[in-house]
């Protein structure tokens, strides 16, 4: 993309302060609390990921928790189940959404529908028959079907029971959603008779998608670059780029030289570029897959991070440990601790403290550890409760 103006130069610090009022973790309650809490968390970020590992909460909770700090489980199922505030599809990956942003999934179901899907090719119409009558008589889990015939699995994530891949395949074209969760088990319902919709709402176009994958980027990280905005997304890289080169001409964006980018653009919104000072008493123990955290080379960027996600590695050979949890203290990541939840015991195990950063300088050891240790009593005490 050419450059259309002379960039503003922007050190990391700055950076680091911008992204985090944009993710609001530079203060303690920005959603306040409840069910409401929760809606306005997932329609300020645009997505909170769900994930399967459970050796700590999964990470769907843990997101919310640490926006939320009186955060409950029942928040989210209230959210998802009986406001509707919510639902669940795919971003870059499997994510909670906000239900007033329904309107621009809609054209990737239609094209499931019309073209299917690559990972669900080998469904059968028997199947997708099948599932659909069970469908329309009510609410259906995986559980209520009893009577597959089992089937070889075509990759290592795909379910040997065909009515789920049906399932799945219904929810991917939009015919179906995800009502309820108990713990990881899914209730499908039929997306209208969920929602209670008659027809389902109108597509958004091409053009209005592109607006608004720009703007949830723009809102949720301050300062953004093209593959920032268009994570795991590289169709849509070219209309968003066309999109940000015009919002510079006429003033709504400005370039910025991000400090240590080199070559790669930077783009901000005018009044993002004054952001209050983060508290240095703020402490956040993170998923790794935090929307601060989830893209490795931004985060590596702006907070000189380089998080490893280990669970598939060999144990030999791990650094930070099988399910490391970055540390932020007010702006800056300092630590690592690899935490596994013993709920039998209902204790919170200490697997590995790395120190990183500027947690290495022994200077402020005492006074960080002291810090991090007084949010480990709070973060375990969300881990064991319900």
């Known amino acids: 993309m050419p450059r259309l103006a002379k960039p503003l130069p922007l050190p990391t610090t700055q950076a680091r302060q911008i992204w985090l009022h944009a993710q609001r973790l530079d203060t303690r309650a920005p ?32 997101i919310l928790f640490s926006r939320i700090p ?49 990972w669900y090719a080998s469904v059968k119409p028997a199947d997708t028959r099948k599932v659909m009558r069970l ?25 040997r029971k065909p009515s789920k891949r049906a399932l799945q395949l219904a929810f991917y074209t939009g015919v179906a959603t995800v009502s309820e969760r108990q713990g990881m088990l899914k209730t499908y319902e039929l997306m209208t008779r969920h929602f209670g919709w008659d027809t389902l709402p109108k597509p958004a176009s091409a053009k209005e998608i592109t607006a608004y994958l720009l703007d949830r980027a723009l809102r949720s990280q301050g300062v953004v ?33 991000l400090e240590g980018a080199g070559k790669q653009e930077h783009w901000a919104q005018p009044s993002a570029l004054e952001p209050g000072e983060v508290s240095a008493d703020l402490v956040h123990i993170l998923s790794p897959f935090d929307p601060l955290i989830i893209q490795r080379k931004r985060t590596s960027l702006i907070f000189g991070y380089n998080h490893l996600f280990e669970a598939y590695v060999p144990k030999a050979k791990r650094k930070l440990g099988y399910f ?29 403290w790395t120190w990183v950063g ?10 960080l550890k002291q810090k991090i240790e007084d ?11 319900e």
């Open 375 to 385: 949010e480990l009593d709070r973060f375990e005490r969300f881990q064991l409760a």
């Open 31 to 62: 959603f306040g609390e409840g069910a409401a809490a929760v809606a306005d968390a997932v329609a300020h970020l645009g997505y909170v990921q769900i994930d399967t590992i459970n050796v700590i909460e999964r990470c769907h909770h843990h």
């Open 225 to 257: 670059s093209l593959d920032s905005a268009c994570h795991l997304d590289a169709p849509s890289k070219k209309g968003v780029a066309a999109l940000i080169a015009s919002r510079v001409r006429r003033g709504e964006l400005v370039p910025v030289s």
């Open 324 to 352: 490391a949890l970055p540390v932020l203290v007010g702006d800056e990541i300092v630590a690592a601790l690899d935490l596994k939840a013993d709920r039998q015991n209902k204790k919170l195990l200490m697997q590995k």
């Open 135 to 159: 469908l329309r008589a009510g609410p259906l889990t995986i559980r209520d079907i009893e009577d597959d015939v089992l089937t070889e699995k075509e990759h290592l994530w795909q379910s």
């Open 70 to 118: 009186y955060y409950r489980r029942a928040d989210l199922r209230h959210a998802q189940s009986v406001d509707k505030s919510v639902f669940e599809y795919w971003t870059h990956a499997l994510s909670y959404v906000p239900s007033d942003d329904f309107r621009f999934f809609l054209p990737a179901m239609r094209e499931h529908r019309r073209e299917g899907h690559k």
């Open 358 to 367: 500027q947690g290495k300088k022994t200077a402020r050891r005492k006074e």
